[in-house]
């Protein structure tokens, strides 16, 4: 029988522990102000194997690698001005971008699934940048969760999907954000929308001074692109305006529901409540229905994220 998951302090500490267990090869979730996120060392293929295996993920789904600040980053990988504009508007913070891979860059190929590409990330959440600095090495870190399902806003979730399958957790509270990075990356002098996320693209193209474009073809070049994603156990029914039978409801705005993304139809407490809400509904059994969600700025991140856990499972 596996040992039970550490439950760690974001104090001295819980943060020595957690750079230790990095270091030795193990796994720590940790939190982010998007998502808790499921680390461990990016330059040691053994211990990215274990993510992939904790999780159940496929492992043609590249990870995200979560750096100390902008200059571990630019060790890795070709940086360029665009890059570096958005690094300087938005990091720390909710924003991955996706460069190509310096010759020397040292991460296992595990972490990037094969591709000459990897998205990098330095977050904004202090217990995560306390124990990236105390680490001082490459994180890769999806979220901490089994592959699929709905991702983790508490150390609780984590618990109840990896408890006895990882090392520790680091537990700082509730995520802010609430919904996973923006992932950009670049097509010659083009910005690249990867994946909506917690930072909405109308700050990002005013920071370039030009539109973002939609990626082409179906090649999954970052995490979260695969189409069913952060799925409850039920079924999930969009656009709902009222709960069918044996329905669980989760309301926005005007529709009521068991629980309400946001009463008063703000987006960005709907971003912060939506993984949380369906975890509670989805304790509950049965099937869940969603009230409709604008798409309008950070809308556009929740209503990708409800398309996938909707999508029809393989």
């Given at each position: 029988m596996s040992p039970a998951t550490l439950r760690l302090h974001p104090d001295t500490e819980g943060l020595d522990r957690a750079a230790k267990l990095f270091a030795s090869g193990a796994l720590v979730a940790f939190p982010t102000e998007t998502v808790y996120g499921l680390g461990a060392d990016a330059t040691q293929g053994k211990a990215v194997a274990a993510i992939y295996e904790a999780k159940g993920r496929p492992s043609f789904n590249p990870l995200i690698v979560h750096l100390a600040d902008t200059a571990a980053a630019q060790a890795l990988v070709e940086w360029n001005t665009q890059a570096d504009i958005l690094a300087r508007a938005f990091w720390p913070g909710p924003l991955t971008l996706v460069l190509p891979l310096r010759a020397d860059h040292g991460l296992s190929p595990l972490v990037t699934a094969g591709l000459p590409t990897v998205g990098l990330r330095v977050p904004a959440h202090p217990a995560a940048r306390a124990l990236l600095a105390k680490f001082g090495g490459p994180v890769a870190a999806p979220s901490a969760n089994p592959s699929g399902r709905i991702s983790p806003t508490t150390a609780d979730h984590v618990l109840a999907g990896?408890?006895?399958?990882?090392?520790?957790?680091?537990?700082?509270?509730?995520?802010?954000?609430?919904?996973?990075?923006?992932?950009?990356?670049?097509?010659?002098?083009?910005?690249?929308?990867?994946?909506?996320?917690?930072?909405?693209?109308?700050?990002?193209?005013?920071?370039?001074?030009?539109?973002?474009?939609?990626?082409?073809?179906?090649?999954?070049?970052?995490?979260?692109?695969?189409?069913?994603?952060?799925?409850?156990?039920?079924?999930?029914?969009?656009?709902?305006?009222?709960?069918?039978?044996?329905?669980?409801?989760?309301?926005?705005?005007?529709?009521?529901?068991d629980l309400s993304l946001s009463e008063s139809g703000d987006l960005v407490e709907a971003a912060a409540n939506l993984f949380g809400h369906l975890h509670q509904l989805d304790t509950l059994g049965g099937p869940i229905a969603v009230a409709p969600v604008p798409m309008n700025g950070l809308g556009r991140a929740i209503n990708d994220r409800l398309r996938r856990a909707a999508a029809p499972r393989d």
């Open positions: 990896l408890d006895g399958r990882i090392a520790a957790v680091l537990d700082d509270g509730p995520c802010t954000v609430g919904l996973e990075s923006t992932i950009i990356g670049f097509d010659g002098p083009h910005a690249v929308l990867l994946r909506e996320g917690g930072l909405p693209p109308e700050p990002i193209e005013a920071a370039l001074g030009s539109r973002l474009i939609q990626p082409s073809g179906t090649t999954i070049t970052a995490p979260g692109q695969m189409s069913s994603h952060y799925a409850p156990r039920g079924s999930l029914r969009l656009n709902a305006t009222s709960a069918g039978a044996g329905e669980h409801m989760l309301g926005f705005g005007p529709v009521k529901g």
